[in-house]
């Protein structure tokens, strides 16, 4: 399950997987939100638009990857991105839970880790 979930975290980084708007919406929930690491909350529809908008794939290195099962139908991710072009280290927090018979992500929290 660990890695099947890394994976899935690791497409939001790839622009070919990201330039399909049917994989967005099939990954993430109906009810998706997140709040970004600049302190600001987004919906489904915002993230999809920008996710989608990629001009090529993030330099982004998944560290610490850690998956909590919640319940059968609900994990917690935490990891930690480091982001090569500007060599930033963000603190990272997934929900995943199934949704027609699938992995969905719930919500999303990115929070800028300060050394």
Avoid at 3 to 14: A, G, N, P, R, V
Avoid at 62 to 90: G, M, P, Q, R, W
């Amino acid at each position: 399950m660990k890695e099947l979930i890394l994976s899935c975290e690791k497409d939001f980084f790839s622009k070919s997987f990201c330039n399909n708007i049917k994989n967005l919406e099939n990954r993430l929930s109906k009810e998706f939100y997140e709040y970004g690491k600049s302190g600001s909350v987004y919906d489904r529809a915002a993230v999809i638009k920008s996710l989608n908008n990629l001009p090529s794939d993030r330099q982004i290195e998944i560290l610490e990857f850690k998956l909590t099962e919640l319940s059968e139908c609900v994990l917690l991710a935490n990891y930690i991105t480091h982001h090569k072009d500007n060599n930033s280290y963000v603190l990272r927090t997934s929900i995943w839970k199934i949704e027609e018979k699938i992995w969905k992500l719930f919500f999303h929290q990115g929070t800028i880790q300060h050394t």
